[in-house]
Structure formats: C-alpha cells, structure tokens
C-alpha cells in the first residue's frame, strides 16, 4: 500500500493534495467544494519562486494547498498550490502582519516574508477581478480578459 501511496503522489501530485485538503477540511468543519482534478501543481512556487519537488519525503519544496483567504475554505478561486516553506510562513497572516514581518521580523526570513506578502497582494487583486467578471455581460467580459491577463502576467514574472 505503501507503493502504491508513493507512486499515486508521483503520478498525480495533485489528487493527493486534493484528498488531504477533503481530510482537513472535513476535521476542521471548513468549507470544501473543489472539483476532483482541479489541483494542479506548478513546476516553481507563485510565492517564492523555487522549484516544487513532487513524490519525494515532505520538505520545504513539496507542493502545499494554500487558501489564499483562509476564512472561505477549500472552494474555487481561494486555491493555490505553493511550497511548504511558503504556506508555513504564510499561515493566517494579513497582508499587513506580512509587510511588517518583512520589515520587523528575524532578519533571515525577512526576504521570504517580503515575497509572500507581495504573493498575497497579487491574488487578492486577482480575487478582486474574477469577482467583477462574474457579474455578466459586457462588464464581466472586460473584467475576466484583465484577470486571464493579471494571471499570465503574475505567473510569467515568477519565471524570470
């Protein structure tokens, strides 16, 4: 059984990331309302840019479920998959509780702190704009061509 765990998290890295979060969600009464397949895990990690590492031991690279507003739980749109390293610093914090750990915090993380902080404000103006492009009509259209935009240009600057 071992096996077969180990190379489902391989196989599907994202699946597996999708069963601990039913898990959690359902021990913790948060809500959950995430399609099956629809946890994909990114090569590089949208908040501090370093490779994600898939089927090895958990470490600071392995891939990690964030609720992006952890208040509205596991549903679509509040999902990221990002490192370990990164949802562990991230926890609950505000944006504001990150931008002073990035100026006043241990001077070794103040960098990473400051990376999550500018990963946070990134997904909350994207959160912003695929909420007005849920309204409909012509608006909404406009509104959802600036999101797929907001999110090519976010994950393009996580490259280079």
Known sequence: MRGY?????VNTPGRSL??????RAKSRAVSFALPRDSVTVP???????IMIAVGRRRSACSPS?????PQLGYVPG?????SDRANRLKGNRSLAELRHLAEAGPAALRA?????????EREELLAEV???????GRAGQEWAKIAAFLDRVFRKSLIN
């Open 5 to 9: 765990l180990r190379r489902r998290r």
């Open 18 to 23: 999708w069963d601990r979060a039913l898990k």
């Open 43 to 49: 090569p590089t990690c949208p908040a501090l840019g």
């Open 65 to 69: 479920l964030d609720r992006i507003v």
């Open 78 to 82: 509040n999902m990221r998959v990002i």
């Open 112 to 120: 990473d702190y400051a990376m999550i902080a500018t990963y946070v």
């Open 130 to 136: 695929r909420a007005k492009a849920e309204q409909g």
